[in-house]
């Protein structure tokens, strides 16, 4: 019995993998090459929320998909959200994704090195600072 429920567990709690704990360990799952993240793959990020694979993420999406894992605090979906939703339409789709991969992209070749990446996501996710044009109310 015991063996049994921590199967479970093990199975409903850690096997989607708490990979936005940490921009690195983001990086490191989400680049094919451990190098570089294309543009799809940096999308995917994103898209590994959409449920019913219609290409767009809504925030009910985002949020079940969020507290899949147990160890994300449930609390920092919605921030996170509204952080990746940059046109503040509710939803994530390909302008969003396109405008962080942009952001991020400081060398403009359409690649994301780790650097890039780490810190890109640190200025957008970590610092709470990523909607720059003051339009706040
Ligand atoms: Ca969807
Ligand atoms: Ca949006």
């Known amino acids: 019995m015991l063996p049994f429920l921590v199967l479970s567990l093990f199975v409903s709690g850690v096997a989607s993998d708490p990979h ?53 605090d449930p609390a920092d979906a919605g921030f996170y959200f509204t952080v990746a939703d940059v046109t503040n339409d509710l939803r994530i789709t390909k302008s969003d994704m396109d405008y962080l991969f942009t952001v991020m992209d400081a060398s403009a070749d359409d690649s994301l090195s780790s650097a890039e990446f780490t810190n890109g996501w640190h200025q957008l996710f970590e610092t709470g600072n990523g909607h720059g044009d003051g339009d706040d109310d």
Do not use: C, M, P
């Open 20 to 72: 936005w704990q940490s921009s690195s360990s983001l990086f490191q799952h989400s680049s094919a090459d451990n190098h570089h993240l294309t543009k799809d793959e940096f999308a995917h990020i994103f898209l590994e929320f959409d449920s019913n694979r219609d290409g767009h993420v809504t925030i009910s999406e985002f949020e079940s998909g969020w507290s899949h894992d147990q160890l994300r």
